[in-house]
């Protein structure tokens, strides 16, 4: 097995008011280990104790009660944190920097040459895409960008684990999107990745692994893969069929005792409009869709993207019950 | 107010400094232990406690976890300081010059100069209402606090509110979450508010120049002056000519001057060390200033009569400078030159000498003043009477005495910082306060005197608090021994213990008052231009050092304070 990058033993954590009396428990006796390489996801209702869960990893918070190892080093270690990139549930920067310098100001924070720093800079605000705005105060900035930059400040030092607190949020499909990418790329860069979203597709899309709390406790932990395959159920993808080769279906299935338990045209999702519909008056300035035209373009794509659609969404695609 | 005269001796103020500040570490890393060790323990024989009685299980490996709970004091807080200065002794400059860069960044987004809008505004209704006057030492002293109030408030909501707000905002969050020491955070504050606030008083204070400078008539920019004057150590001859420590008290309830009286033996002599010849410029300049105290009427229309006598402590050589008339409300100023001819009384006949060979011998000369007429007083004290070398630049003197100011404000910023690492604004400002100004009080001074004045081990009337506490309630008079008129048990050897053990008490706890007196800062030494309003120059070792070595005698108690507040905290539970 891979070297465990994240090692949580026996975790609790009880939330005290001022005089130390008891608040909330919001963790309790969790234990998790994260693998080099891996997207881990952290999922669960809200309240149920992922950030929380990223605090103390990071240090922010004390554990009640339980061990915990971030890189070979205990959470309160600050060396370890040369390797490490968080980005917060809320981007907590200072509103009075602007893009670069509040950029600047954290890779002062680490060991980094002047020359690469600046570079380093640049490729993000590219990254992040908010090179119009490189020079405005973060105050004025939208939730989205504000996201955008934090999400850059995490990725500062090249860091080989990276722990996103709803990196989605707040961001446009085209930036959930890019996000998605980006989390993959970090991945083939060998790089670790801790996650927490409420965002299911988007987690299922990148994770390898996951784990959901609830209430502060562990639920369920594994590969998304496995946890997710439907062991009884086949789903066939074809190209447009008559009601007359449907029929004939059916009874080929009823030979095999199965059963087709429904007929369906596959719809594109409304991110793939979404992304469509931006890219092409990217291309297109001033044009306008409206909704005739824009559910015909979806026709046409539709058909395209039929095979390589993503079983992603909530719009089902055909489902057939499969013989045993 | 008094001045310092007397150069500040750094090695005592060093000792002072390491006994308070030992002293005070051994205290709470004793106290530290035992709370750690309590709260292991004590949770731990509770249940082995509980198990006993109750039936319960027994708590598991109970020896092992004790050996362990006893052992987790001394080892958990050695480690704590161990990992506390390797905290400071990692610091990475580039790291502290990030955040001191932030913060001066925050100070400015957040409208810190506005205080330069107060100060302008202030300096033009002051030009309109002094216009014309001639009192320099007015002005002075009035740039002074006009540039020092609207800081100190400056300082204050910076120091005390940044800090805090960086919690709230969790815009801290994510600088702790990069490789950042807490020590690194703490200096980084404390650097970026010294800059600000140096770069706001030097600004200030060049107008602050200028505005004097302009403000003076023409005719009374004489007085805009720096004397460096050179201090004796003062003593007395009462009127039969035996050696006193202090002069005549005439009835005045301000007992700072001691008085000669006309017409006796009665002398005050000073005694000056370590002149340096090379610094009179061939002459000797004296100047005082003596109170006049009339019995009689006496001759109305003369000032009283006084004269100077130079003695050379080594030969015992005296030689008398002429009779002089003083002038009673304001400086007498004798100049000798160096080649000087004086009526030698004991040969009766003119001599002629030069001084510095005559009257200094390895730079030590004594100076003795008699008054000259029969029933009237003269009134001294130490600073009344000293040697003048050429005067410092005005405006040296000036930036020195601003030294002081801005060290005063610097003293402030340290306070403020190190309050907000574990209060938030309104209790860092409200404590800051307090414990700048408490031992400036008035209705403490009284009491604080007392402490530190009282010797280990020495008696004090009516005893310390607790048997004063005892006496109140037993209507025991203060004079009568304790032990022998109390009788709460009827044994007598019993009372004695009991009486021994509060003794023993008092005494601990007087010490820990005298400790915690020790630890209030004197803020009086930071009153650097009431020398430079009084037309001195603001000498380094009087005047400065002292207001150096006050803010520096902070520094480390103050960093160690900030960081283990700061580090204990959890960030995010608020
Ligand atoms: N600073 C705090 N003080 C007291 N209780 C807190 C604090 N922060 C979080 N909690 C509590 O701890 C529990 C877990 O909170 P946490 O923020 O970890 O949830 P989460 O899983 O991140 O939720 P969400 O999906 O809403 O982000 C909640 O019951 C919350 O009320
Ligand atoms: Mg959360």
Redesign the pocket.
């Known amino acids: 097995m891979a070297e465990s990058v994240i090692q949580i033993r026996n975790l609790s954590k009880i ?1 005290r008011d001022f005089w130390g009396r008891k ?2 428990r ?1 963790l309790n006796s969790l234990s998790l280990d994260v693998e080099k390489g891996e997207v881990f996801g952290l999922l ?10 990223l605090k103390l990893l990071l240090g922010l918070l004390f554990p009640t009660e339980g061990k915990i190892t971030v890189l070979g080093k205990p959470a309160s270690n600050v060396e370890k944190n040369e390797r490490i990139g968080y980005l917060p ?1 809320e981007s907590y920067l200072y509103k009075f920097l602007n893009a670069e310098e509040t950029l600047n100001f954290y890779g002062q924070l680490f060991k980094m040459s002047r020359v690469e720093r600046k570079k380093r800079i640049d490729e993000l605000i590219e990254l992040v895409g908010i090179q119009h705005a490189r020079k405005r105060q973060l105050k004025e900035y939208s939730k989205g960008m504000t996201r955008r930059i934090g999400l850059a400040q995490a990725l500062i030092n090249n860091p080989d684990l990276v722990m996103l607190d ?1 990196p989605t949020s707040g961001l446009d499909p085209i930036g959930t999107r890019e996000m998605k990418d980006l989390i993959i790329q970090l991945k083939e860069q060998g790089k670790t990745v801790v996650m ?1 979203s ?1 965002l299911l597709a988007d987690v299922q899309d990148v994770c390898d692994r996951i784990a959901i ?1 609830y209430g ?1 406790e562990l639920k369920v932990m594994g590969e998304v893969d496995q946890l997710l395959t439907e062991q009884d159920e086949t789903q066939l993808h074809t190209s447009r069929l008559s009601e007359a080769a449907i029929s004939e279906i059916r009874e080929v299935l009823a030979r095999h005792n199965a059963e087709l338990s429904g007929v369906e045209q596959p719809r594109a999702n409304l991110e793939d409009l979404f992304l469509r519909t931006v890219h092409e008056s990217k291309s297109r300035p001033g044009r306008r869709f409206t909704s005739d035209e824009a559910a015909q373009s979806s026709a046409t794509t539709a058909v395209e993207t039929k095979t390589d659609d993503k079983p992603s969404d909530d719009t089902p695609d055909d489902k057939n019950s499969p013989a045993s | 107010m008094i001045p310092n005269i007397q150069p500040y001796d750094l090695m005592t103020g060093i000792k002072h400094w390491a006994t308070v500040v030992g002293t005070l570490t051994g205290v709470f890393f004793v106290l530290a232990v035992i709370l750690v060790t309590i709260s292991r323990v004590v949770p731990l024989l509770w249940n082995a406690l509980l198990a006993l009685f109750t039936g319960r299980p027994f708590p598991e490996k109970f020896g092992e976890r004790l050996v362990e709970g006893l052992l987790a004091g001394p080892v958990n807080v050695t480690k704590g300081v161990w990992n506390g200065l390797l905290d400071f002794a990692l610091m990475s400059p580039r790291r502290v010059w990030a955040l001191t860069v932030l913060t001066i960044r925050e100070s400015l987004r957040r409208k810190a100069f506005s205080v330069l809008v107060i100060f302008a505004v202030l300096m033009m209704f002051a030009g309109w209402f002094f216009a014309g006057g001639d009192d320099v030492k007015v002005y002075i002293s009035f740039v002074f606090r006009v540039i020092s109030w609207p800081m100190l408030i400056l300082v204050l909501l910076l120091s005390c509110w940044g800090l805090p707000r960086d919690i709230k905002d969790r815009s801290l969050h994510t600088v702790v979450t990069k490789p950042t020491r807490k020590s690194e955070i703490v200096v980084g504050r404390l650097l970026g508010y010294s800059a600000v606030t140096t770069a706001a008083v030097a600004l200030m204070a060049v107008v602050g120049y200028i505005w004097i400078v302009r403000q003076t008539p023409e005719d009374a920019r004489s007085q805009l002056i720096a004397r460096v004057p050179i201090y004796g150590t003062l003593t007395y001859l009462d009127r039969e000519g035996n050696f006193a420590e202090k002069g005549v008290n005439v009835g005045d309830e301000w007992d700072y001057r001691g008085f000669i009286e006309g017409g006796t033996r009665s002398r005050a002599i000073w005694e000056f060390k370590n002149i340096d010849t090379r610094r009179l410029n061939d002459q000797l300049v004296i100047e005082s200033n003596f109170e006049a105290k009339r019995m009689h009427k006496g001759d109305i229309g003369k000032t009283l009569l006084m004269q100077y006598t130079l003695i050379n402590p080594k030969s015992g050589d005296r030689i008398d400078v002429p009779q002089t008339h003083i002038s009673e409300f304001g400086e007498n100023i004798t100049t000798v030159p160096r080649q000087f001819t004086f009526y030698d009384r004991d040969t009766k006949q003119n001599r002629t000498v030069d001084l510095f060979d005559a009257a200094i011998a390895d730079g030590n000369m004594k100076i003795e003043v008699r008054c000259l007429n029969v029933g009237q007083f003269l009134g001294m004290a130490e600073a009344d009477l000293f040697l003048r070398t050429p005067n410092a630049p005005f405006w040296f003197a000036y930036v020195k005495g601003f030294a002081g100011t801005l060290l005063m404000l610097l003293l402030v910023i340290l306070f403020g910082v190190t309050a907000s690492c574990f209060t938030k604004g309104p209790v860092a400002t409200i404590a800051t306060c307090v414990f700048v100004l408490v031992r400036q009080l008035r209705p403490f001074q009284e009491i604080f005197e007392r402490i530190l004045n009282q010797k280990p081990g020495e008696e004090i009337l009516g005893g310390g608090p607790i048997e004063a506490t005892i006496r109140v309630y037993t209507h025991l008079n203060p004079q009568v021994p304790m032990h022998d008129h109390l009788s709460p048990t009827g044994s007598e050897s019993v009372d004695f213990l009991i009486f021994k053990v509060v003794k023993q008490i008092d005494g601990v706890i007087i010490e820990g008052l005298r400790l915690a007196v020790n630890v209030l800062p004197d803020f009086t030494q930071f009153y650097t231009e009431t020398r430079l309003a009084n037309g001195f120059d603001v000498s380094w070792d009087t005047t400065l050092l002292p207001a150096v070595t006050l803010t520096l005698a902070y520094i480390i108690p103050c960093l160690l304070i900030a960081y283990y507040s700061l580090k204990n905290r959890e960030l ?3």
């Open positions: 939330y608040k909330v919001a669960g209702p809200n309240g149920s104790g992922k950030t929380t869960t549930e709803e927490c409420h709390l502060g | 995010e539970a608020k």
